[in-house]
């Protein structure tokens, strides 16, 4: 099997990943940039959450500028808000809320500010006049100076203090004080004693470009005015003015009174591009299991100290929603949700030229799902990187390199590996057993004492078939290269009389059942019925049961292995995340083979659900949880008393399919097999094995290197080290050996490959 490679100076085409309707509908499932319920709950869109958590670890500094981020005048706001976050909190389910309010006042009376000048302010051209006074009023001028405005406010009151002190009666003089002090600041220009009568206001409105009003003077001056709730403005009479009952609610109204203002300065419809205003409802979903520290933090009078405020902020849970994140290494190590992970690969899918920077993270998914179990809302985030696979595969975008290895491993499955035979004695069969291509590479024995075992036990005879079912081309995205491989197989089908199929792997079951036509059964539920040999053992000790995301969604594969766990008598420990919920082992998507990190992180992910030892029924994740030091064993080989040993690397699995295709022909079949011998002595050194497997490459690999150098008897001599060189390029990779000659033949001592070609110039 050869796959091209795709030429440097190839001309990409384009096919669009998502329309725009279908990506943003795809991102609308992600409630991770949902507001939490506390910062929703607040229409003057306070950070909520980072206020807390800039007090639960001191900061007041950061706590009261995040503050005074929504209001000029924080200590009536924190005095008298009404403050409907504190019923919104998550912890209210579970017992008390967290004491917002108080937090804020904390924040505000310990008035701990940075230190440095402001920064220089440039005042606009455009002015705004304000009549009246009262809470609205005051916030309103806040508002307008900090989009400095220049502000003129007529008001009958006498000085700054009396301005600011109507409508706040709650107030303090400590805490009043300190606001006076903070509009005196603003440089706003104050008209103190002004009457404001009807003729009076309308005159001195003359003059200035924005016009806003207290209830009260806009009624005296404009008897027939009505004020637009959501602008806070009369278009017949060019005014801007609210009717607001409360603190929190004048507040408010300022804020859109002020956007109003500012609309209207830069001549544009005041209605228009608002954004959300107000409170909000927030879709977040945040899981409260295992918070605790329920019990609010009393409050003193005079309210809480530092150390209070900072205790009764650590309460908080910091409401967030993650559970794709923690249930999945993918996305934990990239530390990405997948909304936005979703939009950067669009976005490196659409380049025509140029890096494609995330090829790699597209690569790296194991398209297990496991997000969209954990997800509340069911993000997908392995559908869209399998469309973006398939996507840049079909546009010649999508490099060979990560997942070439994978591809060929299949073709030897499918063509030097694959056998398909009816039983002895039989033309065609009732069954027949696919064990796929991990077990026939893993553990050759337990597939051949399934397979007997199947012969002897069922009746109307049993086919073999070893080979590839095409996961690997399909998670590679190669739909043309998948289509093929289910046609063949379904042609071998044909030979062998459209037997049932019993798979042995989960994923097998899930490809083969594509065809609607085929009925297919998993090997744990025939044994189920027929039930089990005689030989079968359960581990001594305690196990976790790990299931393969390849049955994810199959309740009934899940079932029927505890089931059969449990008549051999294993005791089994259940994990947090199993069953649908149950990660990839990092063999899944080609995950191994486009990022060993990842998919080691995905291993010990799996691994650190439990200490004991683990049962599968995936191959692959037997072999990977075996790689990583633990004791792992396959529901097979306990059921047939077989024990595959030590994970074998990738050259040991090549010669495991061949040579149990090999044996079972002469053996089962009686058909004389020609195996290919070398005219010299290979050997090779431990680091050398270790190298090669970590690096992908096969002994045959090796072999076609050192005939070529036996053939020539050309190699480069290292005078220092010794050490001679040969290279061969086989498809579209050139491979390295450096060796030693031996007593008839070679010792291989190192090995490595570059996608290069090495040309002879004339």
């Known amino acids: 099997m050869k796959i091209e490679e795709r030429n440097s100076t190839h001309v990409y085409k384009q096919l669009r990943m998502f329309t725009k309707e279908e990506l943003e509908a795809v991102e609308s499932l992600c409630v991770h940039e949902q507001p939490p319920y506390c910062n929703a709950a607040c229409p003057l869109k306070l950070d ?147 009457e404001l009568r009807a003729e009076n206001i309308k005159k001195l409105r003359e003059g200035f470009d924005m016009v806003c009003a207290s209830k009260q003077c806009a009624q005296t001056a404009y008897p027939n005015c009505r004020s637009d709730e959501k602008l806070m403005y009369d278009r017949e009479n060019d005014l801007v003015w609210g009717e607001t009952e409360g603190v929190l609610a004048a507040a408010f109204g300022a804020k859109k009174a ?15 591009s608002r954004g959300q205003e107000g409170a909000v409802e927030t879709e977040l979903y945040t899981d409260t299991k295992g918070a605790d520290k329920l019990t609010a933090v009393a409050v003193p009078e005079g309210g809480y100290t530092r150390e209070q405020a900072m205790q009764e902020a650590g309460r908080c849970i910091q409401c967030r929603c993650e559970e794709c994140i923690k249930g999945c290494a993918y996305l934990q190590h990239y530390k990405i949700y997948p909304k936005a992970l979703t939009r950067e690969i669009y976005n490196n899918v659409s380049i025509i030229m140029g890096d494609h920077m995330m090829n790699k993270p597209i690569n790296a998914c194991s398209l297990c799902g496991q997000c969209s179990v954990t997800c509340p809302n069911g993000y997908d985030m392995a559908s869209v990187c399998k469309i973006a696979r398939r996507n840049m595969v079909q546009t010649d975008k999508m490099p060979l390199a990560p997942h070439e290895f994978a591809l060929l491993d299949m073709g030897f499955s499918n063509e030097e590996g694959f056998l398909s035979r009816p039983q002895p004695d039989f033309k065609q069969c009732k069954y027949v057993f696919f064990p796929g ?87 744990w539920d025939v044994l189920l019925e027929i039930g089990l040999p005689e030989g079968a053992q359960a581990l001594p000790r305690p196990a976790a049961m790990h299931d393969s995301c390849g049955a994810r969604g199959d309740e009934q594969t899940q079932k029927a292995v505890r089931k059969i766990a449990e008549m051999l008598g294993c005791q089994l420990v259940e994990t947090e995340y199993s069953g649908d919920r149950s990660p990839c082992c990092g063999y899944g998507g080609l995950t191994a083979y486009a990022n060993s990190e990842v998919a080691k992180e995905m291993t010990d992910f799996c691994l650190s659900r439990s200490d004991a030892p683990y049962i599968s029924y995936c191959m692959a994740c037997r072999d990977r949880f075996a790689r990583a030091g633990r004791q792992s064993r396959h529901i097979l080989e306990l059921v047939y008393g077989t024990d595959a040993g030590s994970p074998p690397d990738i050259s040991e699995k090549r010669y495991n399919r061949l040579s149990l295709k090999n044996s079972m022909l002469r053996e089962l079949w009686g058909e004389e097999v020609q195996e290919l011998k070398l005219d010299f002595k290979l050997e090779f050194t431990p680091e050398a094995r270790e190298m090669m497997d970590s690096r992908m490459i096969l002994t045959e690999d090796v072999q076609q290197v050192m005939e070529q150098v036996a053939e020539t008897g050309e190699a480069v001599l290292d005078e220092e080290s010794g050490l001679l060189t040969g290279r061969a390029r086989i498809g579209n990779v050139t491979f390295w050996v450096k060796f030693t000659e031996i007593q008839g033949g070679y010792l291989v001592r190192r090995a490595y490959s570059h996608r290069m070609n090495i040309v002879k110039r004339a």
């Open 437 to 523: 291509c991990q077990a026939t590479a893993i553990a050759p024995e337990t597939v051949r004492a399934a397979y007997e075992d199947l012969c002897r036990r069922l009746e109307g005879g049993v086919g073999l078939m070893l080979g590839c079912c095409g996961a690997i081309c399909d998670w590679a995205g190669r739909e043309e290269m998948y289509e093929g491989v289910k046609e063949f197989i379904d042609r071998e089908l044909g030979k062998l009389g459209d037997p049932v199929i019993i798979a042995g792997c989960p994923t097998c079951k899930v490809r083969l059942s594509e065809n609607e036509n085929r009925e297919v059964r998993g090997i």
């Open 258 to 272: 002020a956007l109003t203002v500012d609309r209207l300065a830069q001549n544009l419809d005041p209605a228009k």
């Open 48 to 194: 909520t959450k980072g206020l807390i958590n800039a007090a639960a670890q001191g900061d007041f500094i950061k706590a009261l500028q995040l503050y005074e981020k929504i209001t000029p005048f924080p200590h009536i706001l924190s005095a008298g808000c009404e403050a409907p976050c504190m019923s919104q909190c998550k912890l209210c389910s579970l017992g008390d809320g967290i004491r917002i309010r108080e937090i804020e006042r904390s924040a505000v009376k310990l008035r701990e500010k940075p230190k440095g000048k402001g920064l220089l302010r440039f005042k606009k051209k455009k002015t705004a006049a304000i009549f009246g006074s009262g809470l609205f009023c005051a916030f309103l001028a806040g508002e307008l100076w900090g989009k400095a405005y220049p502000v003129t406010v007529f008001c009958e009151e006498q000085d700054e203090k009396a301005f600011l002190s109507k409508g706040a009666e709650f107030m303090d003089e400590e805490g009043l004080s300190a606001d006076t002090e903070a509009l005196k600041a603003m440089d706003i220009d104050f008209r103190f004693g002004t």
